[in-house]
């Protein structure tokens, strides 16, 4: 599964989801796309078939409704809840991606909140 971490989160815990594999983009990386609008960045998502992750649950939340209104499906978003893991934890951040990434891998339109509960 290949993901786009959003502008939350910071392009080393991408270095970090590389070494170990994986291919990891963030946002904050390339001057290209950071700053873009939240729609912008989840089309381009799609158009590069990677998952988000993001912390912004509530514009995503709408984008991911709208594309389920028009029976769209997406690569998938994972929301991080940010009281329970702030963004400054990149260790447990990683872990916690590298742990869904295995288990959702094979879907689409997934939407799945880490930590779990």
Avoid at 37 to 44: S, T
Avoid at 61 to 80: K, S
Avoid at 93 to 116: C, D, H, M, N, T
Wanted: proline share 4%; net charge neutral.
């Amino acid at each position: 599964m290949k993901l786009l971490l959003d502008e939350q989160i910071s392009w080393k815990v991408a270095e970090r989801l590389r070494d170990r594999g994986r291919d990891a983009v963030a946002v904050v990386a390339d001057p290209q796309i950071a700053g873009l609008d939240d729609r912008a960045v989840f089309d381009l998502a799609q158009c590069e078939r990677r998952a988000l992750v993001t912390y912004n649950c509530l514009d995503f939340i709408r984008i991911v409704r709208e594309w389920a209104t028009f029976d769209r499906t997406h690569r998938g978003v994972v929301f991080v809840r940010p009281v329970k893991l702030p963004s400054s934890d990149h260790g447990e951040l990683i872990q916690q991606i590298g742990r869904l990434v295995k288990e959702f891998e094979p879907y689409l339109s997934f939407a799945v909140w880490i930590p779990s509960s």
